[in-house]
């Protein structure tokens, strides 16, 4: 048992240590309570390092009194729509986001060598061809009649009624969401019909992943809900409060993403004033500063929006006006971005997205749910596009080009929205949901959602090691 300065050096010689001399003056001002478990950590981290000397900057690193320089830090925005959103109105509007929908997929897809074999619908339909072909098109109709499963698609030249035979393209096909695109090989058929061979989807490339040279970690959460009643004050402080502790993870976090409804808003749901501390936007917006404020210097915190937070709701999303609460866009550690958003932590490519669309695919795709984020999020990737369904429980606006495309292939995709830590990994790319920082509610009572919440997803930018860390406990 480690009691005191003299029995913690007498602890460090017998694993084979030596201690500076002012080293042992920086643990004369530890917590007595803290010192065994501060002791042995270091001499764990020693030996993992295979040195043996404990110095006085060892101390000040794992106490916190000194950053470890060695460590990364580097970021850059890659893609933040705030600045680029140019709205256009009515069918004129629409018309140009689809048209810069498809621009795009089509773009993306013409990287796969089927790609060369595509004709435009018009020229299928009016060639007759009995040859098998290559159409591409934005899915705009599925459904199922008897056995049979009947795709509509649609291109700058028409539109065209597909139908799938296959037993495995039928579970391919349930999968399609609305408005996506897609590829299909197809043949005509003896009564004028055209049967669908295969389907293609944009899909991610296998390629390798981008890491940080230095163990580096970033935080990853979303969902706090400041302002509400249920919000978890104790145990957010908690986590901002750890971020200074002496614990060896907590001295190389660098990053910290808050990934939308960072406050409750106000007029969201009915009678939602019912259930808030905070009765405006600017208010909860101070609550939320106040509580980030503590975060260190070093630790640089993205904040994105979601649909609770103040500002345009539909997608794509600005950040956070300025005018609801300044003092977060006047602090030098602090970025605010739009959703969605792609920034670069020490090289590694993380696409931040609240997670709107998350309602719509769940309600019109057989096999997914609420519990399980990660594989709607699958979906996803698989369409390169964040929010495809139009018409549905999720606000698109008719910007002038699609900034729901997924462009840029990420190495972390990172969404809220749903209360649930959820992880997965597809085509190398870490896929996290990082749940919340709300108690259960009574709507997600009354319809039956558990939150998974008070939890800090921790991902090492190097190694690409996750770790959840619980601070509901």
């Known amino acids: 048992m480690i009691s005191d300065v003299s029995t913690a050096l007498n602890f460090v010689i017998n694993k084979g240590f030596q201690i500076h001399p002012d080293a042992l003056r920086i643990l004369e001002q530890v917590d007595v309570k803290e010192l065994e478990r501060i002791i042995k950590q270091i001499v764990k981290e020693k030996e993992r390092q295979q040195l043996y000397l404990i110095s006085e900057k060892d101390?000040?690193?794992?106490?916190?009194?000194?950053?470890?320089?060695?460590?990364?830090?580097?970021?850059?925005?890659?893609?933040?729509?705030?600045?680029?959103?140019?709205?256009?109105?009515?069918?004129?509007?629409?018309?140009?986001?689809?048209?810069?929908?498809?621009?795009?997929?089509?773009?993306?897809?013409?990287?796969?060598?089927?790609?060369?074999?595509?004709?435009?619908?018009?020229?299928?339909?009016?060639?007759?061809?009995?040859?098998?072909?290559?159409?591409?098109?934005?899915?705009?109709?599925?459904?199922?009649?008897?056995?049979?499963?009947?795709?509509?698609?649609?291109?700058?030249?028409?539109?065209?009624?597909?139908?799938?035979?296959?037993?495995?393209?039928?579970?391919?096909?349930?999968?399609?969401?609305?408005?996506?695109?897609?590829?299909?090989?197809?043949?005509?058929?003896?009564?004028?019909?055209?049967?669908?061979?295969?389907?293609?989807?944009?899909?991610?490339?296998?390629?390798?992943?981008?890491?940080?040279?230095?163990?580096?970690?970033?935080?990853?959460?979303?969902?706090?809900?400041?302002?509400?009643?249920?919000?978890?004050?104790?145990?957010?402080?908690?986590?901002?409060?750890?971020?200074?502790?002496?614990?060896?993870?907590?001295?190389?976090?660098?990053?910290?993403?808050?990934?939308?409804?960072?406050?409750?808003?106000?007029?969201?749901?009915?009678?939602?004033?019912?259930?808030?501390?905070?009765?405006?936007?600017?208010?909860?917006?101070?609550?939320?500063?106040?509580?980030?404020?503590?975060?260190?210097?070093?630790?640089?915190?993205?904040?994105?929006?979601?649909?609770?937070?103040?500002?345009?709701?539909?997608?794509?999303?600005?950040?956070?006006?300025?005018?609801?609460?300044?003092?977060?866009?006047?602090?030098?550690?602090?970025?605010?971005?739009?959703?969605?958003?792609i920034i670069s932590l020490n090289g590694v490519k993380v696409l931040i997205f609240h997670g709107q669309s998350v309602d719509d695919i769940v309600k019109t795709t057989p096999g997914l749910s609420y519990d399980k984020p990660a594989k709607v999020m699958q979906y996803l990737l698989k369409a390169r596009h964040l929010s495809p369904i139009y018409g549905a429980q999720t606000p698109i606006a008719p910007e002038l080009e699609d900034y729901m495309v997924i462009d840029e292939v990420p190495d972390i995709f990172h969404a809220g929205h749903v209360h649930v830590v959820d992880l997965d990994l597809y085509k190398n790319i870490l896929i996290l949901n990082s749940g919340a920082w709300q108690s259960q509610t009574p709507f997600q009572s009354g319809v039956g959602i558990s939150p998974t919440s008070g939890i800090a997803v921790l991902v090492n930018l190097k190694t690409f090691k996750v770790f959840k860390r619980d601070f509901s406990k």
């Open 59 to 341: 101390l000040e690193l794992f106490l916190g009194v000194q950053e470890d320089e060695s460590i990364e830090n580097h970021h850059e925005i890659l893609f933040d729509p705030t600045s680029n959103l140019a709205s256009a109105e009515g069918v004129k509007g629409f018309t140009a986001l689809f048209s810069s929908r498809y621009a795009k997929l089509k773009r993306i897809m013409s990287n796969r060598p089927e790609a060369k074999l595509i004709k435009s619908i018009s020229a299928v339909k009016s060639s007759k061809s009995k040859d098998e072909v290559y159409v591409c098109g934005l899915v705009t109709d599925r459904r199922t009649d008897r056995n049979v499963t009947k795709i509509t698609l649609d291109d700058q030249s028409g539109n065209m009624e597909t139908i799938v035979i296959d037993e495995d393209l039928k579970k391919v096909a349930s999968g399609l969401l609305m408005d996506q695109l897609v590829m299909e090989k197809i043949v005509t058929s003896k009564n004028g019909g055209f049967i669908v061979k295969d389907i293609i989807l944009p899909d991610i490339p296998e390629r390798a992943t981008n890491r940080s040279k230095t163990e580096a970690y970033a935080v990853f959460v979303s969902d706090l809900h400041v302002g509400s009643k249920y919000f978890m004050e104790k145990e957010f402080l908690d986590l901002v409060a750890w971020f200074s502790s002496p614990d060896p993870i907590a001295k190389k976090v660098r990053f910290f993403v808050l990934g939308g409804d960072v406050v409750d808003g106000i007029g969201i749901y009915p009678n939602q004033d019912k259930e808030l501390v905070a009765l405006n936007t600017q208010d909860q917006l101070k609550m939320l500063y106040d509580i980030l404020d503590k975060v260190p210097k070093h630790i640089k915190v993205f904040i994105a929006p979601g649909n609770h937070d103040p500002g345009r709701r539909a997608l794509p999303q600005p950040a956070i006006p300025a005018k609801y609460n300044s003092d977060l866009w006047n602090r030098k550690n602090f970025f605010m971005i739009g959703n969605p958003a």
